[in-house]
């Protein structure tokens, strides 16, 4: 029998509408805490890769979709959704719920 890996059971949040995500589009991020415990925890809208890796650490780590809701915004999660980096179950989770998701990734 196969054993489950953490990232296969640990909670993932997600939100019931990506109109939701209403976080910031630019500027930079302080993320607390809670979401990002290593390393700098500012991020720069500005900077390609710091949005990725804003999101991706926001994706993983968000057990409230409270913290989605004030961090992620719409419009640029749609634009970053094919270059990021994120575990197959949280990745199944967001485009079973968000079918646009999944088109984008198709295409």
């Known amino acids: 029998m196969e054993r489950a890996g953490y990232a296969q ?10 109109a939701e995500l209403a976080g910031p589009d630019n500027g930079v991020v302080d993320l607390p805490l ?5 390393g700098p925890r500012h991020y720069d809208l500005a900077d390609d890769q ?8 926001v994706l993983n780590q968000a057990l409230d979709p409270a913290d989605l809701r004030a961090t992620l915004n719409a419009e640029l999660l749609r634009g970053l959704w094919t270059r ?3 575990p197959a179950r949280v990745r199944q989770l967001w485009e079973s719920r968000f079918p646009a998701l999944a088109m984008a990734r198709a295409a």
């Open 9 to 18: 059971t640990r909670p993932y949040a997600v939100v019931d509408d990506l």
């Open 34 to 38: 809670r979401l990002d415990w290593s």
């Open 50 to 57: 710091d949005q990725r890796l804003l999101y991706e650490t």
């Open 84 to 86: 990021l980096w994120l």
